[in-house]
């Protein structure tokens, strides 16, 4: 087995990564090296290194026994303590902070129980599927099918990997061990210790004639199709777990879990922000003086809103229930509306007449070139 590599160097992150920056090189390159996306020879191995590494990376308790044992704390080898998982369970997993007697044994005779574990039915692997929404997509939901490559058990061995017709006998090497003894120099000397059995790989089974389907894996690659109800609300980076619905397991396990992540396009006229939305709207310095009624757009169609006379700039209305819907609560959030002035940049003969009249009527007897920036900066005052 090749020695796993250090998952620091997989992600590409640096030891003081934060979990975000974690998160973030995971998905890019879960993405680059997904085996639905990436066909190159090597990807789908590149593929499970990432969510290995993700693995330990991304689980706090994982990654602190990772950076302060190595591999072996990663996996549960160190830092259990007596309070971890109770100690004087079967094989004494909580002595003194190591995995137990067993695997103290186990690092200098090699073991057989991780072997011996082969048989025991495990749950298969979760996938990741990026799901790409429309700003509006994400606020009102929708249902949609998505499609995807994973491993499924054999239709036709049933997941056994034998020739249809015939089953898996006992491993004639190891006798149904998984298995076998091997003699080995050590620092007591020589021993006899145990290792997996190379034949039937631990299971203790041997397939003699082989399923011409998955070719004795018990698995096949396939499209795989499934209905998702995207729910009113999401946001960018949201994720949602379909059960069953990641790869086929192994000995008769469950399938694994899929996580959908949500990646959101922004909008050109809104910004959101959970629930509110916010919404910025021109008007022009004589509907702000006089005060007017306009027409203000909405995620929900266009409503009227009353400007009241004298607005001034950047002042912000909210409109009720005219947000997105809240995702973890029931109704929505409001909509933001941020007036902006806006200054004409050409006047008719008319206008310039009238706002000569303004200016006169508010003490300006005379005025030059900065008289509609003066004009501009009175409406703000």
């Known amino acids: 087995m090749a020695e796993q590599r250090d998952p620091y160097d997989v992600l590409g992150v640096s030891k003081d990564a934060s979990a975000d920056e974690i998160k973030k090189a995971y998905r890019k390159l879960s993405k680059k090296y997904h085996p639905d996306l990436n066909h190159e020879p090597g990807a789908e191995e590149k593929f499970k290194e990432v969510n290995e590494a993700f693995d330990i990376l991304g689980d706090p308790k994982k990654k602190a026994q990772y950076d302060q044992f190595g591999a072996a704390g990663a996996q549960g080898g160190f830092g259990q303590g007596f309070g971890g998982q109770g100690f004087g369970s079967g094989d004494f997993g909580g002595f003194g902070g190591f995995g137990g007697f067993s695997d103290i ?68 090497h190891c006798g149904g061990r998984g298995f076998i003894q ?129 607005t001034q700039t950047g002042t912000t209305f909210r409109l009720k229930g005219k947000g997105a819907p809240k995702l973890r609560g029931s109704g929505n959030g409001d909509e933001q509306v941020t007036v902006n002035i806006v200054t004409p940049k050409n006047l008719n003969e008319k206008q310039r007449l009238a706002l000569k009249a303004f200016a006169e009527a508010s003490g300006k007897k005379s005025f030059g070139e900065g008289f509609f920036e003066k004009l501009k900066k009175q409406f703000k005052d």
């Open 182 to 310: 091997v003699q080995r120099q050590t620092p007591l000397g020589r021993v006899m210790t145990q290792q997996e059995c190379d034949v039937c790989h631990g299971t203790g089974k041997e397939i003699k004639e082989k399923c011409t389907i998955c070719h004795g894996a018990g698995h096949v690659r396939k499209k795989h199709a499934v209905q998702v109800k995207v729910p009113a609300g999401v946001e960018n980076g949201n994720q949602m777990r379909l059960q069953g619905q990641g790869e086929a397991g192994f000995n008769g396990g469950p399938y694994g879990d899929l996580f959908i992540v949500f990646v959101v396009e922004q909008s050109k006229e809104f910004r959101r922000d959970g629930a509110e939305i916010y919404f910025n709207q021109d008007i022009s310095f004589v509907q702000a003086a006089l005060g007017d009624e306009v027409e203000v757009k909405t995620v929900h169609g266009n409503v009227k809103l009353k400007i009241p006379a004298g």
């Open 105 to 172: 044994f186990d690092s200098f005779f090699g073991g057989g129980g991780a072997s011996r574990k082969q048989n025991v039915p495990r749950q298969g692997r979760d996938l990741q599927y990026e799901m790409r929404l429309t700003f509006e997509e994400a606020i009102f939901g929708k249902t949609t099918e998505i499609q995807y490559s994973r491993e499924e058990t054999c239709s036709t061995c049933n997941g056994s990997g034998a020739k249809a017709g015939t089953s898996p006998v006992t491993c004639s």
